[in-house]
């Protein structure tokens, strides 16, 4: 589906100009390794990531959609339900799925050397939001093609999950300023970038937590949720206590990083 391709490549575009712009004009925490030392690595991931997942994936969960749709398969598509509640129903249990998933790539340590990559950088700003090494991605993408095939998600579903989880991420990543009476009322119904980098502490108890990426909902639901970061946002350090090198920040060193060291949450 070239449209589709075309539609995210926008979608990403936007929202990381809109996030970049924000950032600039009202940061949240001044960065310690920079934009210019992060953003070639976490940008270039991007587009790897996106060569990987086309040449070793056949199929990706919106193109599989449209055959589960075709074909009437999947738990939901056996359901006589109107077609809203099918589409409302598929997106909450997609995204409740992403945050089983995230749990599991923190608890799992085959898993976590992956996505440590993520949890690696030295700041937490817009472009963290797709730093993500291309085995975790290709793992998520088998995982999301396994939900849309047994769920039976409808494809308009599939497409709005995949813009608004990409869309999401960027968001909460970002380096920026929301007044905090706003952000209390925000984050009942959204991750806002406050509450997600509770999730980048250096502090282990605090890197376990907050692990939702669109709906907050489940992080309260089961009990992984913290407010506040102990040191405040100007206080807290963003990353791993083993990672502090910010020599370590190019793209072949975090390809290989799941690699060469075993170091813990
Ligand atoms: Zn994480």
Do not use: C
């Not at 006589?80 to 799992?108: E, G, M, N, R, S």
């Not at 409808?154 to 995949?162: K, N, R, T, W």
């Amino acid at each position: 589906m070239p449209d589709e391709t075309t539609f995210r490549l926008l979608l990403f575009g936007a929202v990381l100009l809109v996030m970049a712009l924000w950032e600039k004009a009202a940061p949240r925490r001044p960065l310690l390794a920079g934009r210019r030392q992060r953003w070639p690595a976490n940008l270039s991931l991007v587009v790897v990531n996106t060569i990987v997942v086309r040449l070793l994936l056949p199929v990706l969960p919106v193109g599989l959609a449209v055959m589960v749709e075709y074909r009437g398969t999947g738990l939901l598509q056996t359901l006589t339900l109107p077609f809203w509640l099918k589409v409302t129903l598929a997106l909450v249990v997609l995204d409740l799925i992403i945050y089983l998933q995230h749990v599991l790539f923190h608890y799992l340590p085959l898993l976590w050397r992956l996505h440590r990559v993520h949890h690696t950088d030295l700041d937490i700003d817009v472009t963290t939001g797709n730093r993500f090494h291309p085995l975790e991605i290709v793992i998520s993408m088998l995982i999301k093609l396994a939900a849309v095939a047994l769920l039976g998600a409808p494809a308009l579903a599939v497409v709005i999950f995949e813009a608004v989880l990409n869309a999401a991420a960027q968001f909460n990543h970002g380096n920026v300023s929301i007044p905090l009476q706003l952000d209390r009322w925000l984050r009942l119904l959204v991750v806002t970038p406050d509450m997600h980098r509770v999730h980048h502490s250096i502090i282990p108890r605090e890197t376990n937590s907050n692990f939702g990426f669109n709906i907050p909902l489940w992080d309260r639901l089961f009990g992984t949720y913290r407010p506040q970061p102990e040191l405040g946002h100007a206080g807290m350090t963003i990353g791993l206590k083993e990672y502090r090198d910010p020599a370590q920040l190019t793209l072949p060193r975090l390809l290989i990083q799941p690699f060469v060291s075993s170091a813990g949450r």
